[in-house]
């Protein structure tokens, strides 16, 4: 079992930078995929990124593709997604998952645990 922990949120302005980051607990931490989601108030949860448990796989959602990187330290059994260049809809909560496969899935139905969210908001 793993537990998640997600920091690193705030509001922005629009254009600006945020770096978050996702906790796991637990000596296995590194043997797990980990996706990054977000959901806006009154829309369902969407995919953001994922990294493979090497973190030589990392797959991310079109709408951040070129904006966020996800990158991983196991030696910290931290991950991290930086996001740049943030737009007004980029504002929502945003939740760490960890798959036990190991790989990296878009789908939230793949992933085990989950952390309990931060918060982004972009202003305009």
């Known amino acids: 079992q793993v537990q998640l922990v997600e920091s690193g949120g705030g509001l922005v302005q629009a254009g600006g930078s945020l770096r978050l980051s996702c906790a796991g607990s637990g000596r296995t931490f590194s043997r797990y995929g980990i996706g990054w989601f977000r959901q806006a108030p009154g829309k369902e949860r969407e995919f953001v990124a994922a990294?493979?448990?090497?973190?030589?796989?990392?797959y991310y959602a079109d709408s951040v593709k070129g904006r966020c990187t996800i990158s991983r330290d196991n030696a910290k059994n931290t991950v991290y997604l930086q996001m740049n260049s943030l737009k007004p809809e980029d504002t929502a909560v945003y939740y760490c998952?960890?798959?036990?496969?190991?790989?990296?899935?878009?789908?939230?139905?793949?992933?085990?645990?989950w952390g309990h969210g931060t918060q982004v908001t972009v202003s305009s």
């Open positions: 998952a960890a798959r036990s496969l190991g790989g990296t899935s878009y789908s939230s139905q793949d992933y085990n645990y």
């Open positions: 990294i493979s448990w090497t973190g030589g796989s990392t």
